[in-house]
């Protein structure tokens, strides 16, 4: 069961960070990538954690549907933290900046197909440096992933990527996907032993506060509508929220090699959204 539920996991959260993908597009034609990206991650980091301090009797159910058991707070000791703070680095700090800096340089499609790296990058850093490695089975099961979401985010219209065109924001993107691999390995430490809501809101909130100074440190207008606002809390509490927590849950029961691969469909989910 467990197993399985590893799989709905991971497609559940690509899903709903495929359709934040969209969505922060459309919110980069107005706003700075910093203002972007320092709400969502505040927005998540806020709910989750204010979700993981309820008390056992009001969590027990949701621990049940992830088929986890609750664990006392804090879970995290002074280890964890240290990987905690490695992993708000690379992927809540520098990766969704760089991501969506290109992501404003490029165009959505480039940056959904060019997002499938992700996945890449994190199958060969969880091989070399954490010795996970694929049967024969699972390396066809990648390779036809990785090539239907190909498929789906271009259906073979490759001339309409227009990578060599928007070089400069499809490198950066390729960077922040490269950095997320390197967090996805971290975040494969701590969903092993520990409680991945506190995992994923502690990590959103240090890493929404960390972008939020920064944008005050450069000035960077504060100058948000109520659509934009609305737009900017459902992305935080769904596509990175909810999507973190069942990555996270994703992580603890397939690892991240396989995890990374079933990742891949968010993409699709973000194509599905432009056609």
Known sequence: MSHHWGYMSALLAAMLFGIGNVISKILLNDLHPLLVAGPIYLVSGVFLVAIRIQSPMKLNSFYGFLGLKYRKFPALGLRDFKILLGMVFFGAFLAPYIFLYGLQLTTAINASFLSITENIFTILLASL????????KEVLS?????????FLVTNLEFYSLKLAERLFGNLLVLVGCFLWSVDNVLSRLLSVEGDVIEVAGFKSLIGGLTIA???????????LNLTQIVLLVFVGLFSIGFSLVFYFAALHYIGAGKTSTIYATSAV???FLLF
């Open 269 to 271: 989910s973000g194509a």
């Open 142 to 150: 990648v390779s036809v992933i990785l090539l239907g979401a190909v």
């Open 129 to 136: 440096l954490l010795g996970e490695r694929l049967r024969e």
């Open 213 to 223: 100074a920064l944008c005050m440190l450069l000035d960077v207008p504060f100058n």
